[in-house]
């Protein structure tokens, strides 16, 4: 009978280290950034780098918050609907000061029309679409590339251009594995990843063994790359502390391509491009309020001016039109 006890005892123990393994195996959250870990992996880069992609225990990408996005649909796994209801689309995905979120998605069928690769060093050696950016940002990254070189500072791109097809090839695979619930919960959906802008890059350098981790806040190339990515048009696009705001975890190695100018006015101001863009409209929106009251009378004119003018048309009064 004792025996038979131990047993039993022995066998509970192992059902809960087995649930609180598989527990702690989902409850994970997933960066943007550990998508692009997979792109790396499913396309065969070099070993030289997986290991340093692993989160080390005790990494504070392990435990920072995070939202999570609303349970998506139940069906169309990876497809054009993402999670949280309704898709916003961008208005113009060309536009350098773009904004892609969990909110503003970008078009399956959009491609940046003038990818580049440029001339800096990567942590991989193949030949692959994740070496380009878009032809202004890719000049910029050389510049910054070149003066932290001048600085003694060692940079390598890990990642940059990621098509909306290569998103949906991991998130099916991430569903596949997990099942889609999961994937739905921890991986980004395709067209709301910025690296399909070809404006964002993932930077990082030679004392974390070029991984995307957010120790490398913390070293020389890290604190090197936030203080100076500004005076060549770049942004930490996801700061840590507003965790709760853009949705996505600290990632001092996501670099976006906003222009110098507002590149530093984010930095200065300790802001996020979502705040900028608000402010931007709001300023618009008020020039175009004042604007309104002088010159509306001569708009109205021309207005009643063309209306005229079309009316003739339509009564087939204005002889050019005519045989
Ligand atoms: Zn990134």
């Given at each position: 009978m004792k025996q038979y006890l131990a047993a039993l005892l022995t066998l509970l123990v192992i059902i809960c280290v087995g649930?609180?393994?598989?527990?702690?195996?989902?409850?994970?959250?997933?960066?943007p950034e550990e998508?692009?870990?997979?792109?790396?992996?499913?396309?065969?880069?070099?070993?030289?780098?997986?290991?340093?992609?692993?989160?080390?225990?005790?990494?504070?990408?392990?435990?920072?918050?995070?939202?999570?996005?609303?349970?998506?649909?139940?069906?169309?796994?990876?497809?054009?609907t993402p999670p949280g209801g309704e898709?916003?689309?961008?208005?113009?995905?060309?536009?350098?000061?773009?904004?892609?979120?969990?909110?503003?998605?970008?078009?399956?069928?959009?491609?940046?029309?003038?990818?580049?690769?440029?001339?800096?060093?990567?942590?991989?050696?193949?030949?692959?679409p994740k070496r380009l950016l878009r032809r202004e940002a890719a000049e910029a990254l050389e510049a910054l590339f070149g003066r932290a070189a001048a600085d003694g500072i060692q940079l390598a791109a890990v990642s940059g251009y990621r098509s909306y097809d290569r998103q949906k090839v991991i998130f099916n695979h991430r569903a596949q594995e997990r099942g889609f619930e999961v994937a739905n919960r921890?991986?980004?959906?395709?067209?709301?990843?910025?690296?399909?802008?070809?404006?964002a890059m993932d930077v990082s350098g030679s004392s974390v063994g070029y991984g995307l981790v957010q120790s490398f806040g913390e070293t020389a190339e890290g604190i090197w790359l936030a203080e100076n990515a500004p005076d060549f048009g770049f942004i930490i696009r996801y700061p840590r502390g507003r965790e709760g705001e853009t949705g996505y975890s600290y990632e001092p190695w996501h670099l976006r391509y906003v222009g110098v100018e507002a590149a530093r006015e984010i930095s200065q101001r300790g802001l996020i491009l979502e705040e900028y863009l608000l402010e931007m409209r709001a300023a618009a929106e008020e020039t175009v309020a004042e604007e309104g009251e002088g010159p509306q009378a001569v708009e109205v004119d021309e207005r009643e001016h063309w209306?005229?003018?079309e009316q003739t048309e339509d009564l087939g009064l204005n002889p050019s039109d005519k045989g």
């Amino acid at each position: 009978m004792k025996q038979y006890l131990a047993a039993l005892l022995t066998l509970l123990v192992i059902i809960c280290v087995g649930i609180s393994d598989a527990r702690g195996l989902f409850s994970h959250q997933r960066s943007p950034e550990e998508d692009s870990r997979e792109v790396i992996s499913l396309q065969g880069d070099g070993a030289h780098n997986e290991g340093s992609w692993e989160t080390s225990p005790g990494d504070p990408e392990e435990t920072s918050p995070r939202e999570e996005p609303a349970p998506g649909p139940a069906e169309g796994e990876g497809g054009d609907t993402p999670p949280g209801g309704e898709k916003k689309l961008v208005e113009d995905p060309t536009d350098l000061l773009v904004l892609v979120n969990k909110e503003y998605n970008l078009p399956s069928d959009y491609t940046p029309p003038d990818l580049v690769e440029p001339n800096i060093t990567f942590s991989f050696s193949e030949d692959l679409p994740k070496r380009l950016l878009r032809r202004e940002a890719a000049e910029a990254l050389e510049a910054l590339f070149g003066r932290a070189a001048a600085d003694g500072i060692q940079l390598a791109a890990v990642s940059g251009y990621r098509s909306y097809d290569r998103q949906k090839v991991i998130f099916n695979h991430r569903a596949q594995e997990r099942g889609f619930e999961v994937a739905n919960r921890t991986s980004a959906y395709p067209g709301q990843s910025e690296h399909q802008t070809g404006l964002a890059m993932d930077v990082s350098g030679s004392s974390v063994g070029y991984g995307l981790v957010q120790s490398f806040g913390e070293t020389a190339e890290g604190i090197w790359l936030a203080e100076n990515a500004p005076d060549f048009g770049f942004i930490i696009r996801y700061p840590r502390g507003r965790e709760g705001e853009t949705g996505y975890s600290y990632e001092p190695w996501h670099l976006r391509y906003v222009g110098v100018e507002a590149a530093r006015e984010i930095s200065q101001r300790g802001l996020i491009l979502e705040e900028y863009l608000l402010e931007m409209r709001a300023a618009a929106e008020e020039t175009v309020a004042e604007e309104g009251e002088g010159p509306q009378a001569v708009e109205v004119d021309e207005r009643e001016h063309w209306f005229a003018a079309e009316q003739t048309e339509d009564l087939g009064l204005n002889p050019s039109d005519k045989g």
